[in-house]
């Protein structure tokens, strides 16, 4: 059975204490032995990232004799492996050689002195100029310097099923201009092919960063001037606080569920929704659009334990529109994971021989066509071995040229979090839109020590 509400702080600490005990006697208990933390997928039958760093390990073996490779897999939610990796952080008996890192958390984990300046080992790699500069910004601290080597990014979009499309009336070539267009879009096929879910927008608490990043995000930079960022001000260093783009991006989750457009709310608020829909509702024909990331086919490909050859065949795909289809006519957003390196690591020059292994040519462009993610290698991103390697690629690919980037401050996970409560309110009912936003104004402004303007 899946769990239906997210564990509590005290709960998740407790399970990252156990994985801690786990873990052995820390980084530092080996000197020719590199521990290699990541998130091992929740769904046993993927193993995309395991199959990846078992080949990495062989290599970085074969290339350095003597030494050894130690991976350390966190399987959990994404949530709940932010919780155990912070934890393992704190501490040199714990603290792996190499870890993970969600771009969103970088500056907080930055902040809580968690991670290690990379400049000295970027200084005389000369694979770093190959490195696109919004994906190096992504990984750089407040304080100028890099605390991660990317090894990818993604964007969003609109993935709908053309089969459910066709019974409704829609054409195959759907590309909505506006919000309204996607609404109209998910009212039809309820109205016309009833027995599946016509939109899926991830919102609540439970699903974290999804709900914001996949959902929210989405909507809100897509209320006004594409030149201005509806989160954070940078002329003034201070968060906004919810105006009309907010209560309209709230508006649209809250159709979504008060009209009955997405899953049931119960559903909505699983934990783990995000695997249902890529394994069970999209390949079974039982949703219709999916508000999501370019990531999803690497559930879908051979040996991935979801495997759907029909995916390309069956799916089309759209940009998500501006509200009212205002310049330039379309939204995404990107984040992206790093690889860094604990500021408490044993052995940092061997970490960073293992990215180095990682980040060669050959098996960055293996790793952006394994996991569907999105070359932040401009001589990978150039190659048409990569462009033409699986549908969707280039589709995703041009969307960067568009895209936004979260304002990934030290404050943004508590905002994230602010965004998902006021998600979570109006997907129940609990609260109206205009409830939801007072009190997110609210929260912004205690989790950022009242730095908060307004619009």
């Not at 999209?282 to 495997?307: M, N, R, T, V």
């Not at 069956?314 to 984040?335: D, W």
């Not at 979570?424 to 402004?445: I, N, P, R």
Request: with cysteine.
């Amino acid at each position: 059975m899946r769990p239906t509400a997210a564990l509590t702080p005290l709960v998740a600490l407790v399970l990252a204490s156990t994985a801690l005990t786990a873990c052995g006697g820390g980084s530092g208990s080996d000197p020719d032995t590199v521990k290699v933390s990541f998130k091992q997928s929740t769904d046993n039958s993927v193993k995309v990232m395991d199959t990846y760093l078992a080949d990495i390990k062989k290599q970085f073996e074969k290339a350095h004799p003597g030494k050894k490779v130690e991976l350390v897999p966190l399987k959990a939610p994404d949530s709940e492996y932010y919780t155990k990796l912070q934890q393992m952080l704190r501490s040199p008996k714990t603290a792996p050689d190499l870890v993970y890192e969600d771009t969103f958390l970088i500056n907080s984990d930055i902040t809580s002195g968690y991670l290690k300046p990379l400049d000295p080992y970027l200084a005389t790699w000369q694979d770093w100029n190959r490195f696109i500069d919004t994906a190096k910004a992504a990984a750089r601290g407040e304080d100028g310097k890099t605390y991660g080597v990317p090894d990818g990014t993604d964007t969003r979009g609109l993935w709908f099923n053309t089969d459910i499309f066709e019974k409704a009336g829609l054409p195959a070539d759907w590309q909505p201009k506006t919000w309204n267009d996607v609404l109209g879009a998910a009212r039809t096929i309820k109205k016309k092919v009833p027995g599946v879910i016509p939109l899926n927008a991830y919102t609540g608490k439970p699903v974290g960063e999804a709900a914001t990043m996949q959902t929210f995000e989405m909507l809100l930079y897509g209320t006004g001037d594409a030149g201005t960022d509806p989160l954070y001000d940078k002329g003034s260093k201070k968060w906004v606080a919810g105006g009309k783009g907010f209560e309209d991006a709230l508006s649209f989750v809250e159709t979504v569920y008060k009209e009955k457009l997405g899953p049931d709310v119960s559903d909505a608020l699983d934990p783990n929704v995000m695997t249902r829909v890529r394994g069970e509702w999209l390949p079974q024909g039982k949703l219709a659009i999916a508000l999501d990331g370019s990531w999803l086919p690497q559930d879908w490909l051979p040996g991935s334990g979801h495997e759907w050859p029909e995916w390309s065949r069956t799916l089309g795909l759209a940009a998500m529109p501006t509200q009212h289809g205002q310049a330039p006519g379309k939204v995404s957003m990107s984040g992206g994971w790093t690889w860094s390196i604990p500021a408490k690591a044993g052995n940092p020059d061997l970490a960073f021989e293992f990215i180095k292994t990682m980040q060669t040519k050959a098996n960055a462009q293996k790793w952006y066509v394994a996991n569907s993610g999105i070359a932040v290698r401009e001589d990978v991103a150039e190659d048409p071995a990569y462009v033409d390697a699986q549908p969707g690629i280039k589709f995703f690919t041009d969307l960067v040229s568009t895209t936004h980037y979260r304002p990934a401050y030290p404050a943004y996970p508590k905002v994230s979090t602010a965004v998902q409560e006021a998600m979570e309110g109006v997907t129940t009912g609990d609260t109206s839109v205009e409830e939801a936003t007072s009190a997110y104004t609210d929260a912004l402004k205690d989790a950022t020590d009242n730095q908060v303007v307004e619009r």
